[in-house]
């Protein structure tokens, strides 16, 4: 069993609509969640992270965090294409400083115009 | 500017071939991690090091060999035995207090 699971996509979406995507961790004792955004050929990008449970909101982005349900969920608000990326999700299973991430696979969103 | 620098951009490596990855950072970061990505994958964690001169295999560890002699420098070696190098090979440094990795623009790794 994957230790964090997203579906692959690709998430389509049109433009200004809400796009909205998962990820599932196996590792109930997890203490930090983060998002990151990896356009094609390059580098991730942290866009959000997230400690406790409930909505962390950062413009048009908002992580959700569900501890109880081991889930972990970003929206984003008013998409646009420049948003057309893949987006992995990152949990540090053992918390503390300098510990090892475990990163999901991708989910690819594309942004229709 | 403060940041994490990866060079080359692009390397090729021969068969039978060592070839070394840099990696420098000026954000005074002392945890450091080397990731390879294939297509269509997640990252792969290879090696980490958490303080100078100390360093922890990952979960692809084999046909690979890094150093920390500077808290500034990460460099991974890409040694002839590991047969399929071909990929993205990430280097990311975290800080304090939000524990936040932060990645380098990445190097890709080809074989001729």
């Known amino acids: 069993q994957k230790e964090v699971e997203q579906n692959s996509g690709p998430l389509s979406v049109p433009e200004g609509a809400i796009a909205s995507l998962n990820c599932t961790y196996s590792?109930?004792?997890?203490?930090?969640f983060f998002w990151y955004r990896q356009y094609s050929g390059k580098s991730p990008e942290l866009i959000m992270f997230?400690?406790?449970?409930g909505d962390k909101e950062d413009g048009r982005f908002t992580a959700q965090l569900n501890k109880a349900s081991q889930y972990v969920s970003l929206l984003i608000r008013d998409s646009q294409p420049s948003d057309s990326a893949t987006y992995l999700c990152?949990?540090?299973?053992?918390?503390?400083?300098?510990?090892?991430?475990?990163f999901g696979a991708g989910t690819i969103l594309r942004v229709k115009s | 500017d403060g940041g994490i620098t990866q060079s080359p951009k692009y390397l090729f490596r021969k068969e039978g071939q060592n070839v070394t990855l840099s990696c420098e950072q000026n954000?005074?970061?002392?945890?450091m991690y080397w990731y390879r990505q294939d297509p269509g994958q997640g990252l792969r964690l290879i090696y980490y090091?958490?303080?100078?001169?100390?360093?922890q295999k990952g979960d692809i560890a084999e046909g690979y060999s890094v150093s920390r002699e500077k808290k500034e420098s990460f460099p991974l070696t890409v040694t002839s035995a590991q047969k399929n190098p071909t990929a993205f090979y990430l280097c990311?440094?975290?800080?304090?207090?939000?524990?936040?990795?932060?990645f380098g623009a990445g190097t890709r790794l080809s074989v001729l």
């Open positions: 990152a949990v540090n299973p053992m918390g503390g400083y300098g510990n090892k991430l475990v």
């Open positions: 990311a440094s975290i800080g304090v207090p939000k524990n936040i990795q932060y």
């Open positions: 590792d109930r004792g997890s203490q930090s």
């Open positions: 954000l005074n970061h002392d945890a």
């Open positions: 090091s958490q303080i100078v001169n100390d360093f």
């Open positions: 997230i400690y406790s449970n």
